[in-house]
């Protein structure tokens, strides 16, 4: 009987050893299939409230182009009563137009232009942080289903050993405290898979609920051994920094500010405004077609708001230059968690392994009669909690690999496949 218990808490191991070892070329078959990323995406709120943003900054855009000045008419009745020759029905009328001055439709232009820019860098940054998101949650729900099979595997060998060991005491071969020793362990092992189910079942709801148009695989993936990046930690680092949306997004705030604080220091010479007057007076006796031409004249509030205008567009350039700075810090980061994440998975590999030799060498002490249960039983957890330490940390190094792969675009990033077809303001809609 002891023989048949060690082989089979030691068979679990074994399978968990070989899911480490798994070859490259299931490098991502982990991952949801690349055709439902993009609706998932998509279909987030925060994608689509940016959306909404860039229809509402191309509405703006169009605003600005055609200018916010409009014909005015003025019509005014009159009644005039001139002392002893009658009473005579006038009019007046009044057509005018503010005319924007050479320079100012240019600058509307591009402050318009700057900000459906950064309205769609926004939405695809909106894309990006959902990405993020599906990553985590995606890796989150297969760490904690690994784990809860694992434990469930575990729990279900104790019992079958639990049902050996009680028989044998009914016929005598063996004492009743390892018996009791044996059903505690198996207690402690089922409260554990009890928690550990309830931990994937809350991860199952978390996934399913933010990104219900990704169906879940009835059977989780094996999963690959993590590698490290591909061409140096530095290549990836400077692919997140050129293609960061935010840092693009910030750059487009600046160009923006920069325009309007000289759409200001032109404003300090106002529009003028040119029209035509009819008049007809003396019940039509008299009439008079004349030119109105207003000319207003600015003076120091209009200077005042356009070094308002200036010193924000200094608040701008210094956003930008703190929004570049937290992004080559991320980036940082997060190629250092790749390195970081694959060295410590080798070491909980190796103590893996080596939990497995010294687990079977007191199996065999035990089989001997060298060791008692309570021993051995402790090897067994012992090993138990390096196989859920490995299996969590070859998660958490295949997440990192991924969330450096997310951060530079080169996975679940729709708008890079429609850069070759579409023009950059060609949104699809939501």
Do not use: C
Not at 57 to 85: C, I, K, M, Q, Y
Not at 253 to 258: K, L, P
Not at 283 to 304: K, M, W, Y
Not at 394 to 418: F, G, K, N, T
């Amino acid at each position: 009987m002891k023989r048949l218990l060690a082989s089979s808490l030691l068979g679990a191991a074994f399978a968990s050893t070989a899911i480490a070892t798994a070859g490259s070329a299931s490098a991502q078959a982990y991952l949801p299939p690349d055709e439902l990323i993009e609706a998932a995406l998509r279909g987030q709120p925060e994608v689509r409230a940016a959306a909404a943003q860039v229809e509402m900054a191309r509405a703006e855009a169009r605003a600005l182009s055609v200018g916010s000045h409009e014909f005015s008419a003025t019509v005014t009745p009159l009644r005039r009563n001139v002392d002893g020759a009658g009473h005579y029905q006038e009019w007046e009328f009044q057509l005018e137009r503010r005319i924007r001055l050479p320079g100012k439709a240019r600058l509307d232009r591009e402050i318009g232009s700057h900000g459906v820019a950064a309205a769609e860098l926004r939405f695809d940054d909106a894309e990006h942080m959902a990405a993020r998101q599906l990553l985590s949650r995606w890796m989150a729900w297969l760490r904690s289903g690994l784990v809860a099979d694992e434990m469930a595997a575990q729990a279900t060998l104790m019992g079958k050993e639990v049902a050996t060991l009680k028989r044998r005491v009914e016929m005598g071969d063996a004492a009743q405290r390892e018996l009791e020793l044996l059903e505690a362990e198996q207690a402690q092992l089922r409260a554990e898979a009890i928690s550990a189910r309830a931990a994937a079942d809350m991860a199952t709801q978390a996934l399913s609920g933010e990104f219900p148009q990704i169906p879940l695989p009835s059977r989780l993936p094996e999963l690959p051994a993590p590698e490290l990046l591909a061409e140096g930690a530095q290549h990836w680092r400077e692919l997140i920094i050129q293609r960061s949306h935010e840092i693009a997004a910030s750059r487009e705030d600046f160009g923006r500010q920069q325009r309007v604080a000289d759409r200001a220091l032109a404003e300090r010479h106002a529009d003028p405004s040119v029209g035509i007057r009819v008049l007809n007076e003396l019940g039509g006796a008299e009439q008079a077609v004349g030119l109105v031409l207003n000319l207003p004249f600015g003076g120091s509030h209009r200077s005042a708001l356009a070094a308002r205008e200036r010193a924000n567009a200094d608040v701008f350039e210094a956003e930008l230059a703190s929004v570049t700075r937290m992004i080559e810090l991320e980036a940082r980061q997060t190629t250092q968690a790749v390195e970081q994440l694959h060295a410590r998975w080798q070491a909980r590999y190796q103590a893996l392994a080596a939990m497995q030799r010294a687990s079977e060498r007191t199996r065999r002490a035990w089989e001997l009669g060298e060791a008692d249960l309570s021993e051995y039983l402790l090897a067994q957890r012992n090993h138990r909690q390096a196989q859920l330490d490995e299996t969590q940390t070859r998660v958490d190094a295949l997440e990192a690999i991924q969330r450096v792969h997310v951060d530079s675009h080169e996975l679940w990033h729709p708008e890079l496949a429609e850069e070759t077809a579409a023009s950059p303001g060609d949104l699809p809609r939501l």
